[in-house]
């Protein structure tokens, strides 16, 4: 019999009709049931929230962050456990969620230790006798809502700093993968933190989403996600002049030039288009490659993916998990059959695997297409998938141009040994998130996370930028 998950609202576990959570790398396994929450028990959640938020607010700043450290101490003892339930919810290999519950316990202690500074600003006035100065303050009810590819973590990165600013909080994470997200309520509540100032509702997006920003007490809303509902979730916060916080799509470069490590290129390419199954936001989807190298570049990506190991991601040796969902293969497939229809064969991959235990799960091939050009589908739409588009450019400025000749600006990496033409790319590469010499995806949480142009709307997430969107501040003129 599956273990139920029950909704958490006002400091109660809440029970009602429920809806499973299956196994990507094997359908055969239902993770877990969870009740589908209504969008009745959205406006009690916030209600909960709002009756929670003049207690905790007034709650000192390090008395909050010492919650966020109880908290994190306890996911840290069920560290191998949730890895476990994140690769069989989400499908990533077991070395990759242990990678990321990590990241979500350090995020909590980093953040629990802002609780002692929540810094502020002092500065001398022009007058006589006049003392200025202006300190921080939470903004009240925040809704979050979380993506299925990194549960654990964005739970984490968005819920800790709202908490220790002060705010009391809603989190509505992507019904294909809720656990994780519910490992951190359910620790919150071990660690004490009041009632009301957590709560989680599980269920459909479409339902939840608009009752959460409907909802009177509701003052903000931090979002990552597809550009559609960002976009959706834009227009009907603004209406209530709501703070929000988007963070969406990419479609992420790599530039590869002739003078780079050769064999680093190539593993920073293939790791970053092909591992989590292409799944990340941050993923490289293009890479864009000078000419003098093109053809041994590319012979040198399809050897190595063709050695990558797809499967399920309990299981040691793999590289390579399922995609997360029945859709998400669908589009996968949909991806590819395009890039066929337009820019020929793939190198390698391009099929769904079937037979065995691959009949149980939702895998593709890792493929490669070559000679990509700029208006062709997959140099233009994020996949989600790993699909590597790659694209021949004739010298340094051509793959800039290439690079930038795109809607979205979340992540771009270079791979050169030439100074020069990295700070080139620093300053001129329109993305809000820049590697050299690693892959475009994996980042840390102690600097600000986000894109420009189509990618992102609002204030950056992680490191200290992220206490500029969960606190206001209060500007104080004294005279004595």
Known sequence: MSETFRNYINGEWVDGPTF???????????????VK?????????VAAAEAAFP?????PGPARGALLFKVADILDRKFEAIAADMTREE?????????????????FRYFGS????????????????????????????????TPWNFPIAIPAWKLAPALVCGNTVVIKPASVSPLCAWRIVEACHEAGIPKGVVNFVAGSGATLGAAMVQAKGLKAISFTGSCAVGEWLHTEASKRRLRIQLEMGGKNPTIVLADCDFASAVENVVNAAM?????????????????????????????????????NGMEAGIDIGPAVDADQLKTNLRYIEIGKKECGAPLCGGNQLTGGAFDKGYFVEP?????????HTLAQEEVFGPVLAIMRAKDFADCMRIANNIPFGLSASIQTSSLSRAFDFIYGMEAGLLTVNLPS????????????????????????????????????????
Request: net charge neutral; with cysteine; proline share 5%.
């Open 20 to 34: 499973e959570n299956r196994n990507p790398a094997n359908t055969d396994e239902v993770v877990g049931l969870f």
């Open 37 to 45: 929450g209504s969008a009745a028990d959205m406006e009690t959640a």
């Open 55 to 59: 207690a905790w607010s007034n709650t």
């Open 91 to 107: 499908g990533k290999t077991l070395p990759e969620a242990k990678g990321e519950v990590r990241r979500a316990i350090n995020i």
């Open 114 to 145: 802002e609780g002692s500074r929540l810094p502020g600003h002092l500065v001398p006035s022009e007058r006589d006798r006049v003392h200025m100065f202006a300190i921080r303050k939470p903004i009240g009810v925040v809704g979050l809502i």
């Open 275 to 311: 591992f989590s199954t292409g799944q990340k936001c941050t993923a490289t989807s293009r890479a864009i490659v000078e000419d003098a190298i093109y053809d041994k570049f590319v012979a040198a990506v399809v050897e190595r993916t063709k050695k990558l190991k797809v499967g």
């Open 367 to 375: 493929t490669v297409f070559a000679d990509v050009k700029e208006e």
């Open 441 to 480: 995806a994996g980042v840390e949480y102690q600097l600000p996370f986000g894109g420009t142009k189509d990618s992102s709307f609002g204030p950056k997430e992680q490191g200290p930028a992220a206490m500029d969107f969960y606190s206001d501040f209060k500007t104080i003129y004294l005279k004595y």
